[in-house]
């Protein structure tokens, strides 16, 4: 045999060697870093060059005196080597002569606890450390929660640091236990519990003479045995469609990865959401087309048919296809600084697929360290609630304990575009199954031509003692008087009746804005030039109101009034009492105003009068 076919036969068997990827988590300063360092150093991975860098940066940054510092290895950000600590997922490849691993050092902090749900999403396994000094505490709860909520079912439990114990056997199994219980209530089907130092290397590659009493395997060789869930070939064939590939008019292909089951020429696919159907004509690749295509391998489809297929659509098998739905009751874990209000809008992206999505309902949040039930009307940072969400569109879905990618989402602040949630669905709400839009001979166009005017919602949003409603009634009499038809919807007059079941925190802001969003779209329906008079202070709001309607109907008129002038004026003696903290909530004081950044109408009520502000508005509104 030549040299180069002694390369190539190298090459295949480690080309074929099986992938697990596995996280590390648990608390702070348990040694996640460190095992992961001496797993590296002991398996023989690390090239002269890295072992030689590693030695200078122990001496410079290590925390083991005169030793080899092996945390040091993942702990790349200058930062997370200044403080002793992990921040950000680390993620390192290594391999051995049964399998290829990718593993995530996951932050042990509890402020960083979404990077480590980021890596626990792609995860097959979890190493989940326990200081053995310390047992099992909440972040270790933690995060055990969030494995189990990201669909890990197999857990090694790490008791480090054996050797600050002196190797005690009974400590090491009270942790176990109580770990077991633990992982039972979540429903983590399997745990391997391994006592180890991952500073001295006992029971890392070998079993450690240190612990004679322990007859398991080492850990390397529990991650070279342990069976990842495989994806299935055999339940029904989804790819989720990624790309349409249209290079000339001749063909047009949909990319994607299949994400379960197989599929092959002749093949009849559904497309959900739309429900049309076709057969599979090829199966095309880099390297030439497939008999055949299974899950996990990355295709592009062709159809028989000219069917309406676009990106974040699905294509499954016609006989056993995904749901699709715009209702959902699904697990979110709160990522964003900023609490989560039921309401406001974000987007949701799965898959392929962004939609607009909204919380209706915080059914309960989870306390991660007991697992009990606590009403909520907000989330803030790291915390866990069953939520219902309503889309404005239907999507494909499975359950994600089924499918990760297809149950699996993210929400996005439709303002800054930062990630603030990742979520997982549990089940379609049938709530609204039965509800139709109800279609009118008499629309809205019938409705405004026979008033003889376009339909506007005209939003005048500033401080309290701004001169909104001044200004709104000065405008409705002037539109009146040229024979319009005109209502107002003031905020104090709303809340006496239909919102009248609301105070003033951030979540019931977010609702009153919403109604009387909705209240505006339905007299916009209905012909009419309707005023809003709100402080509406959030701009996602706001902004959801204007994407009721249709484009050049609704104008955002901001009332510029500083706050010490709108204080000044106080004719109700709002601010006084909010000073002196008689009212909780108060706009521009204890809570938020977001000025508007693209306004349609800005008037200066210091530099002119209510009258000739009006006047303003009302040439806007004539003139268009």
Same mark, same amino acid.
Request: proline share 10%; aromatic share 2%; net charge negative.
């Given at each position: 045999m030549t040299a180069a076919s002694d390369i190539r036969a190298y090459l295949r068997q480690h080309e074929d060697k099986p992938l697990l990827r596995f996280i590390t988590c648990g608390s702070v300063d348990d040694g996640k870093s460190t095992l992961i360092g001496r797993l590296l150093h002991d398996t023989k991975l690390l090239f002269d060059d890295q072992l030689a860098a590693l030695e200078k940066d122990s001496r410079r940054h290590g925390t083991q005196g005169e030793d080899i510092d092996f945390a040091l290895l993942v702990d790349g950000l200058a930062a997370e080597r200044e403080?002793?600590?992990?921040?950000?997922v680390a993620y390192r490849y290594f391999s051995t002569d049964k399998r290829k691993f990718?593993?995530?050092?996951?932050?042990g902090h509890e402020q960083y606890t979404r990077n480590m749900a980021t890596g626990a999403s792609t995860a097959d396994l979890a190493v989940v450390l326990v200081d053995a000094r310390k047992g099992l505490l909440t972040q270790t709860r933690r995060h055990s929660y969030?494995?189990?909520?990201?669909?890990?079912r197999q857990v090694v439990l790490a008791v480090n640091k054996m050797d600050a114990v002196g190797y005690d056997q009974a400590t090491f199994e009270i942790i176990a236990q109580g770990y077991r219980t633990l992982a039972a209530e979540l429903g983590? @089907?399997?745990?391997t519990a391994i006592p180890l130092s991952a500073l001295k290397g006992d029971n890392l590659l070998e079993r450690s003479a240190a612990m004679p009493w322990y007859a398991g395997a080492p850990l390397l060789e529990v991650l070279e045995t342990s069976q990842p869930s495989a994806l299935s070939s055999a339940g029904g064939f989804r790819l989720p469609v990624q790309w349409v590939n249209r290079p000339n008019q001749d063909f047009r292909g949909f990319a994607g990865t299949l994400v379960a089951g197989s599929v092959a020429?002749?093949?009849?696919?559904?497309?959900?959401?739309?429900?049309?159907?076709s057969r599979v004509q090829r199966i095309v690749t880099a390297d030439g087309d497939l008999a055949r295509a299974v899950a996990g391998q990355a295709v592009t489809l062709t159809l028989a048919d000219e069917v309406d297929v676009s990106r974040g659509d699905?294509?499954? @098998?016609?006989?056993?296809?995904p749901q699709a739905a715009d209702q959902f009751a699904a697990h979110l874990l709160w990522m964003g600084e900023q609490p989560l209000l039921p309401g406001r809008p974000y987007w949701l992206k799965i898959g392929a697929r962004t939609v607009t999505a909204t919380v209706t309902e915080i059914k309960h949040k989870v306390d991660v360290n007991s697992q009990a039930r606590l009403a909520a009307k907000h989330l803030a940072l790291n915390e866990v609630a069953h939520v219902n969400l309503s889309l404005d569109q239907s999507i494909a879905f499975e359950p994600y304990a089924r499918n990760r990618t297809l149950g699996g989402f993210i929400l996005i602040d439709r303002y800054d575009n930062a990630t603030v949630a990742a979520g997982t669905l549990d089940f379609a709400l049938r709530r609204a199954a039965n509800i139709h839009w109800q279609h009118l001979d008499v629309d809205k166009a019938a409705r405004a031509r026979i008033k003889g005017q376009q339909p506007r919602v005209l939003w005048f949003t500033g401080l309290s003692g701004s001169g909104k409603s001044t200004i709104a009634n000065l405008v409705d009499k002037r539109l009146h008087a040229q024979g319009l038809h005109t209502f107002i919807l003031d905020g104090d007059n709303v809340r006496h009746g239909l919102n009248k079941d609301l105070g003033f925190t951030d979540e019931d802001r977010v609702e009153n804005i919403r109604r009387v969003a909705e209240v505006a779209r339905l007299m916009a329906d209905a012909g009419l030039i309707v005023l809003v008079s709100f402080i509406s202070p959030f701009r996602a709001e706001r902004?959801?109101?204007?994407?009721l309607f249709a484009p050049g109907e609704f104008l955002e008129v901001h009332v510029d009034t500083p706050l010490a002038e709108a204080e000044r004026r106080d004719v109700k003696g709002l601010y006084a009492k909010a000073r002196a903290g008689q009212i909780k909530n108060f706009t521009g004081?204890?809570?938020?105003?977001?000025?508007?950044?693209?306004?349609?109408?800005v008037l200066d009520t210091t530099a002119q009068t209510p009258e000739a502000l009006a006047a303003q508005v009302v040439d806007r509104v004539l003139g268009d």
């Open positions: 403080q002793g600590i992990t921040i950000d990718i593993v995530a050092d996951c932050p969030i494995c189990a909520l990201l669909g890990i983590i @089907a399997q745990v020429p002749g093949d009849e696919v559904v497309v959900v959401p739309s429900g049309r159907r699905v294509l499954a @098998a016609a006989e056993d296809p902004r959801m109101a204007r994407e004081i204890d809570s938020p105003y977001e000025v508007p950044e693209n306004a349609e109408i």
